[in-house]
């Protein structure tokens, strides 16, 4: 476990002490530090055919939906999998929750139209979205 590891596991426990919803802390930022962070994760949507959506998470407005199947596109079959396996979760449930609360997370991470500038600020600011 590498030390920003360490620092979310801990933050994780400082934000909740439901060990649920420490796990989906720790999945997420897993997620996101297997993908390249947030602009990894942004990119392989752009590159999937995706770009008007991530455009519209990133402006003010309105956020373009995803479909569940969306989430397979962007991931392959294999990704999926992979990450229903971490989630502990069938692979239908991780494609639409992903599909449902990812355009609104990167919405709130970016309220003036733009991500924070560096991963330490965008992870507080993330972390702010589960204690409301």
Not at 9 to 21: E, G, H, I, T
Not at 44 to 52: E, H, L, T
Not at 60 to 72: H, Q, S, T, W
Not at 83 to 111: G, Y
Request: no cysteine; proline share 5%.
């Amino acid at each position: 476990m590498g030390i920003l590891d360490s620092i979310a596991s801990s933050v994780a426990r400082q934000v909740s002490d439901d060990p649920a919803k420490q796990a989906q802390i720790l999945l997420g930022w897993k997620l996101l530090r297997d993908y390249g962070g947030v602009d990894g994760l942004l990119e392989r949507f752009r590159s999937s055919g995706f770009s008007a959506q991530v455009d519209s998470w990133l402006a003010v407005g309105d956020n373009i939906a995803l479909k569940p199947e969306d989430i397979r596109t962007v991931f392959g079959a294999e990704g999926v999998t992979k990450m229903a396996s971490e989630f502990e979760l069938p692979e239908s449930q991780v494609m639409s929750r992903m599909a449902k609360h990812l355009p609104l997370v990167i919405d709130k991470l970016s309220p003036d139209g733009k991500l924070p500038g560096n991963q330490a600020a965008m992870l507080m600011q993330g972390l702010r979205l589960f204690k409301s």
